[in-house]
């Protein structure tokens, strides 16, 4: 359930797609690549939205570009 209003949060902030895959010690967050490819301003609001919405520390989230 949490993984899909991540994923959701993240779609409406303008991503094409999201995929979020939580673990006992991480979350990795896949984002659709992007025309100019995943900017520090994009993996902050996405860093946001999985520390907000988690007990995750920055250092467990793991967010990754698909290709």
Known sequence: MLETQIENL???KGYADCV???GDNSISVVVSAMADG???EDVAKIMDI???E?????EQVKILEAE
């Open 10 to 12: 993240v779609i409406a």
């Open 50 to 52: 999985v520390l907000s």
């Open 20 to 22: 979020a895959f939580m």
């Open 38 to 40: 995943l900017q520090t």
């Open 54 to 58: 988690t007990e995750y520390t920055a």
